[in-house]
Protein backbone atom coordinates (compact mmCIF):
# COMPACT_ATOMS: atom_id res chain seq x y z
CA UNK A 1 0.00 0.00 0.00
CA UNK A 2 1.13 3.54 -0.78
CA UNK A 3 2.45 5.87 1.52
CA UNK A 4 -0.23 8.31 3.10
CA UNK A 5 0.63 11.87 2.68
CA UNK A 6 0.10 13.07 6.07
CA UNK A 7 0.45 9.72 8.30
CA UNK A 8 -1.58 7.36 9.52
CA UNK A 9 -4.98 7.75 12.83
CA UNK A 10 -7.46 5.81 13.84
CA UNK A 11 -10.99 6.49 14.47
CA UNK A 12 -13.23 4.36 16.12
CA UNK A 13 -17.06 4.92 16.25
CA UNK A 14 -17.89 5.26 12.52
CA UNK A 15 -21.77 6.98 13.16
CA UNK A 16 -22.45 10.54 12.31
CA UNK A 17 -19.23 12.24 13.78
CA UNK A 18 -16.30 10.01 13.64
CA UNK A 19 -17.59 8.82 10.10
CA UNK A 20 -17.74 12.33 8.79
CA UNK A 21 -13.94 12.29 10.82
CA UNK A 22 -12.58 9.70 8.79
CA UNK A 23 -14.05 10.45 5.79
CA UNK A 24 -12.48 14.11 6.05
CA UNK A 25 -9.09 13.00 7.09
CA UNK A 26 -9.21 9.85 4.28
CA UNK A 27 -9.97 13.33 1.87
CA UNK A 28 -7.20 15.36 3.55
CA UNK A 29 -4.50 12.74 2.63
CA UNK A 30 -4.48 10.82 5.91
CA UNK A 31 -4.02 6.54 6.04
CA UNK A 32 -7.81 5.98 8.44
CA UNK A 33 -7.95 2.83 10.26
CA UNK A 34 -11.11 2.58 11.59
CA UNK A 35 -13.71 0.43 13.81
CA UNK A 36 -17.48 0.21 14.66
CA UNK A 37 -19.42 -2.45 16.13
CA UNK A 38 -22.04 -1.82 13.27
CA UNK A 39 -20.77 -3.46 9.99
CA UNK A 40 -22.97 -1.25 7.68
CA UNK A 41 -21.16 1.80 8.84
CA UNK A 42 -17.94 -0.39 8.51
CA UNK A 43 -19.18 -1.12 5.15
CA UNK A 44 -20.07 2.22 4.35
CA UNK A 45 -16.85 3.81 5.46
CA UNK A 46 -14.09 0.87 3.73
CA UNK A 47 -15.32 2.03 -0.03
CA UNK A 48 -14.40 5.49 0.71
CA UNK A 49 -11.64 4.04 1.60
CA UNK A 50 -11.02 4.02 4.82
CA UNK A 51 -9.09 0.26 6.37
CA UNK A 52 -11.32 -1.59 8.47
CA UNK A 53 -9.88 -2.90 11.61
CA UNK A 54 -11.05 -6.24 13.48
CA UNK A 55 -11.77 -3.89 16.69
CA UNK A 56 -10.30 -1.32 18.70
CA UNK A 57 -7.08 -2.96 20.01
CA UNK A 58 -6.24 -3.53 16.24
CA UNK A 59 -7.01 0.13 15.50
CA UNK A 60 -4.55 1.03 18.16
CA UNK A 61 -2.04 -1.28 17.16
CA UNK A 62 -1.45 0.11 14.14
CA UNK A 63 -2.11 3.98 14.33
CA UNK A 64 -0.21 5.63 16.62
CA UNK A 65 -3.07 8.58 17.00
CA UNK A 66 -6.53 7.00 17.88
CA UNK A 67 -9.50 9.57 17.74
CA UNK A 68 -12.67 7.93 19.80
CA UNK A 69 -16.60 9.31 19.35
CA UNK A 70 -18.55 6.75 20.77
CA UNK A 71 -22.29 6.89 22.32
CA UNK A 72 -21.98 6.04 25.62
CA UNK A 73 -19.42 5.92 28.65
CA UNK A 74 -20.25 2.10 28.75
CA UNK A 75 -18.74 2.43 24.46
CA UNK A 76 -15.78 4.48 26.24
CA UNK A 77 -14.86 2.13 29.08
CA UNK A 78 -15.19 -1.24 26.41
CA UNK A 79 -12.88 0.69 23.90
CA UNK A 80 -10.38 1.54 26.79
CA UNK A 81 -10.26 -2.38 27.78
CA UNK A 82 -9.64 -3.74 24.45
CA UNK A 83 -6.52 -1.15 23.79
CA UNK A 84 -5.14 -1.77 27.26
CA UNK A 85 -5.38 -5.26 26.22
CA UNK A 86 -3.77 -4.59 23.10
CA UNK A 87 -0.47 -3.82 24.59
CA UNK A 88 0.56 -1.73 22.22
CA UNK A 89 3.78 1.19 22.43
CA UNK A 90 2.22 4.37 23.94
CA UNK A 91 -0.66 6.04 21.62
CA UNK A 92 -2.47 9.45 22.21
CA UNK A 93 -6.36 9.02 22.54
CA UNK A 94 -8.21 11.72 21.16
CA UNK A 95 -11.63 11.51 23.04
CA UNK A 96 -14.13 13.36 21.03
CA UNK A 97 -17.22 12.67 22.82
CA UNK A 98 -19.41 13.83 25.22
CA UNK A 99 -19.47 12.52 28.46
CA UNK A 100 -19.40 13.44 31.98
CA UNK A 101 -15.79 14.56 33.64
CA UNK A 102 -15.91 11.15 36.03
CA UNK A 103 -16.26 9.17 32.79
CA UNK A 104 -13.61 10.34 31.16
CA UNK A 105 -11.19 11.22 34.00
CA UNK A 106 -11.74 6.92 34.63
CA UNK A 107 -11.04 6.00 31.46
CA UNK A 108 -7.57 8.54 31.40
CA UNK A 109 -6.26 6.67 34.47
CA UNK A 110 -6.54 3.09 32.98
CA UNK A 111 -4.95 4.44 30.17
CA UNK A 112 -2.39 6.08 31.46
CA UNK A 113 -1.78 2.64 33.45
CA UNK A 114 -1.10 1.63 30.31
CA UNK A 115 1.62 3.77 29.20
CA UNK A 116 -1.31 5.74 26.95
CA UNK A 117 -2.40 9.79 26.74
CA UNK A 118 -5.78 10.69 26.68
CA UNK A 119 -7.00 13.88 25.44
CA UNK A 120 -10.38 15.30 26.54
CA UNK A 121 -11.20 16.90 23.28
CA UNK A 122 -15.19 16.76 22.75
CA UNK A 123 -15.97 18.58 19.40
CA UNK A 124 -19.22 21.30 18.97
CA UNK A 125 -20.80 20.98 15.97
CA UNK A 126 -23.31 19.11 14.13
CA UNK A 127 -23.54 16.34 12.23
CA UNK A 128 -24.25 18.24 8.93
CA UNK A 129 -21.48 20.79 10.27
CA UNK A 130 -18.85 17.62 10.54
CA UNK A 131 -19.37 17.06 7.27
CA UNK A 132 -18.24 19.64 5.73
CA UNK A 133 -15.32 20.44 8.45
CA UNK A 134 -17.54 23.36 10.24
CA UNK A 135 -16.25 22.31 13.74
CA UNK A 136 -14.62 23.39 16.78
CA UNK A 137 -12.51 21.63 18.94
CA UNK A 138 -12.44 22.43 22.73
CA UNK A 139 -8.84 20.56 23.53
CA UNK A 140 -7.60 19.64 26.84
CA UNK A 141 -5.34 17.41 28.69
CA UNK A 142 -1.96 18.05 27.48
CA UNK A 143 -0.90 21.13 25.62
CA UNK A 144 2.40 19.50 23.59
CA UNK A 145 0.26 16.36 22.73
CA UNK A 146 -2.46 19.07 21.57
CA UNK A 147 0.02 21.04 19.56
CA UNK A 148 1.64 18.10 17.77
CA UNK A 149 -1.99 17.11 16.52
CA UNK A 150 -2.83 20.38 14.91
CA UNK A 151 -2.32 19.54 11.27
CA UNK A 152 -4.41 16.39 12.16
CA UNK A 153 -7.45 18.36 13.14
CA UNK A 154 -6.98 20.81 10.89
CA UNK A 155 -8.21 18.06 8.69
CA UNK A 156 -11.57 17.86 10.02
CA UNK A 157 -12.32 21.05 11.40
CA UNK A 158 -11.80 24.25 11.21
CA UNK A 159 -10.37 25.70 14.75
CA UNK A 160 -9.12 23.92 17.90
CA UNK A 161 -8.72 25.50 21.29
CA UNK A 162 -6.53 24.37 23.72
CA UNK A 163 -8.47 25.04 27.29
CA UNK A 164 -5.94 23.90 29.28
CA UNK A 165 -6.07 20.69 31.84
CA UNK A 166 -7.93 17.49 31.35
CA UNK A 167 -11.56 17.91 31.57
CA UNK A 168 -11.53 21.72 30.56
CA UNK A 169 -12.72 20.64 27.13
CA UNK A 170 -15.59 18.86 28.49
CA UNK A 171 -16.74 21.61 30.61
CA UNK A 172 -16.05 24.13 27.74
CA UNK A 173 -18.74 21.12 25.31
CA UNK A 174 -21.55 21.52 28.40
CA UNK A 175 -21.50 25.42 28.37
CA UNK A 176 -21.68 25.19 24.21
CA UNK A 177 -24.46 22.30 24.35
CA UNK A 178 -26.84 24.52 26.60
CA UNK A 179 -26.86 26.91 24.23
CA UNK A 180 -27.43 24.72 21.17
CA UNK A 181 -30.17 22.75 23.58
CA UNK A 182 -32.23 26.30 24.28
CA UNK A 183 -31.58 27.33 20.21
CA UNK A 184 -33.29 24.45 18.74
CA UNK A 185 -36.59 24.63 20.79
CA UNK A 186 -36.47 28.35 20.60
CA UNK A 187 -36.19 28.06 16.88
CA UNK A 188 -38.84 25.67 16.91
CA UNK A 189 -40.85 27.53 18.58
CA UNK A 190 -40.69 30.99 16.82
CA UNK A 191 -41.51 28.35 13.60
CA UNK A 192 -44.93 27.39 14.81
CA UNK A 193 -45.60 30.74 15.84
CA UNK A 194 -44.95 31.93 12.50
CA UNK A 195 -46.52 28.94 10.96
CA UNK A 196 -50.01 28.99 12.82
CA UNK A 197 -50.29 32.64 12.45
CA UNK A 198 -50.36 31.83 8.42
CA UNK A 199 -46.26 32.68 7.61
CA UNK A 200 -45.44 30.32 5.26
CA UNK A 201 -42.47 28.41 6.63
CA UNK A 202 -39.75 29.31 3.94
CA UNK A 203 -40.24 32.82 4.67
CA UNK A 204 -40.30 32.46 8.22
CA UNK A 205 -36.84 30.67 7.94
CA UNK A 206 -35.54 33.56 5.51
CA UNK A 207 -36.06 36.47 7.29
CA UNK A 208 -35.52 35.34 10.72
CA UNK A 209 -31.88 34.31 8.85
CA UNK A 210 -31.63 37.42 7.87
CA UNK A 211 -32.14 39.40 11.32
CA UNK A 212 -31.10 39.95 14.93
CA UNK A 213 -33.18 36.51 15.50
CA UNK A 214 -30.83 34.25 13.79
CA UNK A 215 -28.18 31.85 15.38
CA UNK A 216 -25.84 28.94 13.83
CA UNK A 217 -28.62 26.14 15.44
CA UNK A 218 -31.63 27.89 13.79
CA UNK A 219 -29.43 27.84 10.37
CA UNK A 220 -29.07 24.20 10.69
CA UNK A 221 -32.06 22.95 11.73
CA UNK A 222 -34.47 25.78 10.32
CA UNK A 223 -34.38 24.39 6.39
CA UNK A 224 -35.63 20.59 8.23
CA UNK A 225 -38.35 22.50 10.17
CA UNK A 226 -39.36 23.76 6.52
CA UNK A 227 -39.71 20.96 4.81
CA UNK A 228 -41.04 18.45 8.15
CA UNK A 229 -38.87 16.47 7.27
CA UNK A 230 -36.59 15.04 10.41
CA UNK A 231 -35.53 12.04 9.27
CA UNK A 232 -33.75 12.43 6.03
CA UNK A 233 -31.00 14.33 6.90
CA UNK A 234 -30.07 13.86 10.65
CA UNK A 235 -27.30 15.62 12.19
CA UNK A 236 -27.90 14.72 15.83
CA UNK A 237 -30.47 12.01 16.42
CA UNK A 238 -32.85 12.68 19.50
CA UNK A 239 -32.01 9.37 21.39
CA UNK A 240 -27.83 10.50 21.59
CA UNK A 241 -28.64 14.10 22.50
CA UNK A 242 -30.63 12.60 25.64
CA UNK A 243 -27.18 11.60 26.71
CA UNK A 244 -25.84 14.88 26.53
CA UNK A 245 -28.59 16.77 28.07
CA UNK A 246 -28.28 14.22 30.65
CA UNK A 247 -24.71 15.09 31.08
CA UNK A 248 -25.05 18.54 31.05
CA UNK A 249 -28.05 18.97 33.71
CA UNK A 250 -26.18 16.89 35.70
CA UNK A 251 -23.29 18.73 35.85
CA UNK A 252 -25.18 22.11 36.24
CA UNK A 253 -27.32 20.55 39.47
CA UNK A 254 -23.88 19.41 40.76
CA UNK A 255 -21.55 23.01 40.96
CA UNK A 256 -25.51 24.38 41.71
CA UNK A 257 -26.00 26.64 38.43
CA UNK A 258 -30.01 27.26 37.82
CA UNK A 259 -30.84 26.62 34.40
CA UNK A 260 -34.17 27.55 34.25
CA UNK A 261 -34.53 27.78 30.35
CA UNK A 262 -32.38 24.69 29.80
CA UNK A 263 -34.95 22.67 31.85
CA UNK A 264 -37.59 23.90 30.04
CA UNK A 265 -36.07 22.98 26.62
CA UNK A 266 -35.64 19.41 28.46
CA UNK A 267 -39.26 18.68 28.76
CA UNK A 268 -39.81 19.18 25.02
CA UNK A 269 -37.05 16.72 24.14
CA UNK A 270 -38.53 14.21 26.47
CA UNK A 271 -42.14 14.83 25.00
CA UNK A 272 -40.21 14.10 21.06
CA UNK A 273 -38.76 10.41 22.41
CA UNK A 274 -42.44 10.13 23.99
CA UNK A 275 -44.14 10.64 20.64
CA UNK A 276 -41.01 8.15 18.64
CA UNK A 277 -39.02 10.45 17.27
CA UNK A 278 -35.70 8.95 18.98
CA UNK A 279 -34.28 8.09 15.39
CA UNK A 280 -34.52 11.23 14.21
CA UNK A 281 -33.06 14.91 13.85
CA UNK A 282 -33.27 16.62 17.26
CA UNK A 283 -35.15 19.28 14.91
CA UNK A 284 -38.06 17.20 15.35
CA UNK A 285 -38.53 19.32 18.14
CA UNK A 286 -40.33 21.51 16.27
CA UNK A 287 -43.65 18.64 15.00
CA UNK A 288 -43.75 17.78 19.12
CA UNK A 289 -44.78 21.80 19.58
CA UNK A 290 -46.55 21.96 15.84
CA UNK A 291 -48.78 19.08 18.01
CA UNK A 292 -49.33 21.17 21.27
CA UNK A 293 -50.41 24.05 19.25
CA UNK A 294 -52.94 22.24 17.20
CA UNK A 295 -51.67 22.51 13.81
CA UNK A 296 -51.59 20.51 10.89
CA UNK A 297 -49.39 20.89 7.99
CA UNK A 298 -51.11 21.12 4.67
CA UNK A 299 -50.14 20.54 0.72
CA UNK A 300 -47.61 23.56 0.73
CA UNK A 301 -46.30 23.43 3.76
CA UNK A 302 -48.95 25.56 5.47
CA UNK A 303 -50.25 24.72 8.99
CA UNK A 304 -54.46 24.81 9.60
CA UNK A 305 -55.75 25.04 12.87
CA UNK A 306 -55.59 29.00 13.38
Given at each position: ??????G??????????????AR?????????????IDA?????????G????????EVA??A???????????A??????T??????????I?????????D??????????????????????????????D???????????????R?M???????????????N?????????????I???A???A????????L??????????S??????????R?P?????DY????????????????????????????????DA???????????G????????V??V??????????KK?????R
Open positions: MAAAKNTVGVVGLGIMGGAFNLKEAGWRVIGYDARCRAMARLVEIAANAGRNPTVITSLPSPKLAATVAIVKAKVPRRVVEASTFTIEKTAAEKELRKAGHILLDCPVSGTGAQARVRLVVYASGGTAAIDKLPFTAFTRAVHDVGAFGGSRMKYVANLLVAHNVSAEMVLGIKAGPPQLIYDLVKGAGNSRVFELGMMVKDASNVTMKIAIWQKDMDVIGGFARKIRVPTPMFSSAIYTKARKSYDDQDTAACALEKMAGVKRGGKRKG
